[in-house]
């Protein structure tokens, strides 16, 4: 259900670029159901968003899973942390992923490194601000809706996979 | 509640420099667009090349205004439009030497008013001998 949320909300709000709850959801998800689960939901996101756009090829996808796996490390990391923090974070979690598809597009697509950069700016930025925005007012409320509907794993539980 | 205060000014803030940010870009795209990068050629009586220069100019700019900005030019006005006498070194008297236009190496059929800009032209201006028939 928290891949088809993901998937979901990124699909209808493709119309604005750049302006998507991806980031927070991941973040959230790493702060809550931990690496592995989150793990799992970003690999299942990748496969059916690049399926569903028509882009179902490594260069996207791996720059794809990258950036969302270091999102989920960095939800992860701070799921004990303020939210300005996380906030913080997050926008950082935006510019890493812009770069992991720079680095992608640059490489694999032969496209001028310099003009890229200039023209993704604006969508960098907008990307950040989203992040940053959304997490701000929106991160504390969802990661209780996730620990209040979805019980912690215990120890035993996990041993027994 | 303060802090509800501070999540809103900071929103507020990202959101202006999304907006800032796109203005800017869409700016410089649009400028860039607009840009024109033509080639100017000077020959002498000789036919011999006395100076290349590319400039950088907008699309909506006048030929003159570029020639006044970048050489040291002498015209008059006619009911045809601007004549050009002199540019830099060249310079003609209209009654035994005169400066024909030539764009993208043909002859120019419109005088020097007449000549819009675009991306890539060259234009050369070179002085000529007045023939009497």
């Known amino acids: 259900m928290l891949t088809a949320i993901l998937t979901v909300q990124e699909e209808l709000l493709t119309v604005i670029p750049n302006v998507q709850f991806t980031f927070l959801l991941i973040i959230c998800y790493g702060a809550t159901i931990g690496i592995l689960d989150g793990t799992l939901v970003v690999m299942v996101h990748v496969i059916i968003d690049n399926l569903i756009m028509n882009s179902f090829t490594p260069f996207i996808m791996i720059p794809m899973f990258l950036g969302l796996e270091v999102t989920l490390i960095i939800g992860y990391l701070l799921r004990n942390r303020k939210e300005f923090i996380v906030a913080i974070f997050g926008g950082i979690a935006g510019l890493i992923y812009a770069a992991f598809f720079f680095g992608s597009t640059v490489f694999f697509y032969n496209v001028e490194p310099i003009p890229y950069l200039i023209a993704d700016i604006p969508f960098d930025v907008v990307l950040v601000s989203c992040n940053v925005i959304t997490i701000l007012f929106l991160y504390k409320p969802i990661v209780n809706v996730i620990n209040n509907s979805y019980p912690k794993r215990r120890s035993y539980e996990l041993e027994s996979l | ?133």
């Open chain 2, 1 to 133: 509640m303060k802090k509800l205060i501070i999540k809103i000014i900071i929103s507020l803030i990202l959101i202006g420099i999304s907006i800032g940010t796109f203005i800017i870009v869409n700016n410089i795209n649009n400028k860039r667009e607009n840009e024109a990068n033509i080639n100017i050629c000077l020959y002498d009586i000789n036919d011999e090349l006395v100076s290349s220069k590319d400039i950088v100019a907008q699309k909506d700019d006048k030929l003159l205004d570029i020639l006044r900005n970048n050489y040291t030019i002498r015209t008059s006005e006619s009911t045809y439009g601007a004549i050009i006498y002199d540019i830099d070194e060249i310079k003609t008297d209209f009654k035994n030497t005169y400066i024909a236009i030539y764009v993208d190496d043909k002859y120019s059929n419109v005088g020097i008013s007449g000549i819009k800009i675009y991306d890539g032209m060259k234009i050369s201006f070179k002085e000529m001998r007045v023939y009497y028939s």
